[in-house]
């Protein structure tokens, strides 16, 4: 049997992280997909129904155009392990308001979407400098009638500046599913 060797430290904390967000990710999908009302509290969640297929909900969150439909002014996303997931909400200042040096951590098209998460201006100081970010996972599950997209961003540590940026996530999330339904036919 062959022994993956890991070129740094930093390569295998970034796979153990990857593999703890991922059990996570399972363990949510499996409690959401009970009849549960309320949400976990340290975890934003948001989900949406679509009439869309898998594929084409996964295209509105890793097609630049599509992106910038709904939730950005400008993208560069390259959906694949490693690839960027970078959103700029202002173009003339892109090192604010931007997940600028984002990157994808996991991504089984057009099932499941994995990817790091920095916030703007307000939360930059300590939310940009954390090591992980905070982390963005997206399912794509097929329903009788399209798509349930459900996207779980955890990460958040316990402080009250922590808190108050989990709660904005909360409302921003919301606002951008919101923004997509009504992009959607």
């Given at each position: 049997?062959?022994?993956?060797?890991?070129?740094?430290?930093?390569?295998?904390?970034?796979?153990?992280?990857?593999?703890?967000?991922?059990?996570?990710?399972?363990?949510?999908?499996?409690?959401?997909?009970?009849?549960?009302?309320?949400?976990?509290?340290?975890?934003?969640?948001?989900?949406?129904?679509?009439?869309?297929?898998?594929?084409?909900?996964?295209?509105?969150?890793?097609?630049?155009?599509?992106?910038?439909?709904?939730?950005?002014?400008?993208?560069?996303?390259?959906p694949?392990?490693?690839?960027?997931?970078?959103l700029?909400?202002?173009?003339?200042?892109?090192?604010?308001?931007?997940?600028?040096?984002?990157?994808?951590?996991?991504?089984?098209?057009?099932?499941?979407?994995?990817?790091?998460?920095?916030?703007?201006?307000?939360?930059?100081?300590?939310?940009?400098?954390?090591?992980?970010?905070?982390?963005?996972?997206?399912?794509?599950?097929?329903?009788?009638?399209?798509?349930?997209?459900?996207?779980?961003?955890?990460?958040?540590?316990?402080?009250?500046?922590?808190?108050?940026?989990?709660?904005?996530?909360?409302?921003?999330?919301?606002?951008?599913?919101?923004?997509?339904a009504?992009?959607?036919?």
């Open positions: 049997m062959e022994r993956t060797q890991f070129a740094t430290d930093s390569e295998l904390i970034k796979r153990l992280f990857l593999c703890v967000t991922l059990f996570i990710t399972l363990i949510a999908m499996n409690t959401f997909s009970q009849t549960i009302t309320e949400k976990p509290s340290g975890i934003v969640v948001e989900s949406l129904k679509v009439n869309l297929s898998a594929s084409e909900a996964f295209e509105y969150f890793t097609i630049n155009s599509k992106l910038e439909q709904w939730l950005t002014a400008k993208a560069n996303v390259n694949t392990i490693g690839g960027t997931y970078e700029f909400w202002e173009r003339d200042d892109p090192e604010n308001n931007s997940t600028i040096g984002c990157k994808i951590l996991a991504l089984d098209p057009p099932h499941y979407l994995n990817f790091e998460w920095k916030g703007p201006r307000q939360y930059k100081a300590f939310m940009n400098q954390a090591d992980p970010l905070t982390n963005v996972t997206v399912t794509f599950s097929p329903i009788a009638d399209g798509t349930k997209i459900t996207l779980i961003h955890t990460g958040w540590k316990n402080s009250a500046e922590w808190e108050e940026a989990r709660m904005y996530f909360a409302n921003a999330w919301s606002g951008a599913f919101k923004q997509l009504a992009q959607l036919p």
